[in-house]
């Protein structure tokens, strides 16, 4: 497959409720271009910049980021990179956390801290509506059952002011979502899930039943858990592809309300990822990776 092949929108297209523009199931997600730790500038500017502006040149219409990468560096990045943007383009960011002097993850949960982010987001990406925010909610170990209507109904009442066009959660309980939903419509989820590490399956099935789009962040496992298998080599080594884009093409095929946002800070790895919107896997393929044990 050759560089003029490459079309994100192969593996099809997701539209929100109530928005006339559609976004690739195939996006980006932006939070490798800041520094090591996703702390501090990169080491390569231009590199980041000109792996950005390859995202849109590979029709990828969604884009994920946040204020807290850098922090502010990869939003400042993307406005460098890519403002104007184009019409098709949707930013989805997240707000919930801080970091600290040292580079630490810390909560930033209260209502005047989310609407201040909002501002911040906007300010640096240089937008006057975010299109989509997330609420990332609380918990490194996984999602936590904490209440959220105050944080919520502040992150509404943006929406309302015409700040955020949708609203989404991040590392969320179903129950969570069923709240928030009382509150203004959740228009996506961001949870862990891969192909090794299907632990939010009901997620899964409860955002395709429920029209959520759902975004496995860690699709292609984390920094603390490389993703690894037996069973997932066997089908790329078959299918001569790499083992990310079979497992980034088993998310696409795993429902067709995912949306995929694996990043990277290289435009050859990108475009690596790109190419598994055109991979189709059989069902010889699916039944071989389903006995991967998680």
Known sequence: MTSADLDAAAGGTWQFDGDGRTVTRMGYGAMQLAGPGVFGPPANRDNSLAVLRRVVELGITHIDTSDFYGPYV???????????????????TKVGARRDEQGGWLEAFEPNELGKAVEDNLAHLGIDTIDLVNLRMPGLAGPEEREIGK????????????????????????????AARAIAPVAQVQNAFNVVDRG????????????????PFFPLGSAFRPM??????????????????IALAWLLARSPSILLIPGTSSVAHLEQNVAAANTVLTEDDLAQLDTIEN
Request: glycine content about 4%; hydrophobic content about 50%.
């Open 74 to 92: 990869v939003n400042e990045l993307i406005r460098e990179a890519l403002h104007p943007y184009p019409a098709n383009l949707v930013l989805v």
């Open 151 to 178: 944080q919520f109904e502040t992150l509404a009442d943006l929406r309302e002011q015409g700040l955020i066009r949708h609203l989404g959660l991040s590392n969320a309980t179903i129950a969570q979502v069923e």
């Open 200 to 215: 939010n399956a009901a997620m899964v099935e409860y955002c395709a039943a429920q029209g959520i789009a759902y975004v």
């Open 228 to 245: 690894s298998s037996d069973v997932l080599s066997a089908v790329a080594a078959r299918r001569g592809a790499t083992v990310q884009q």
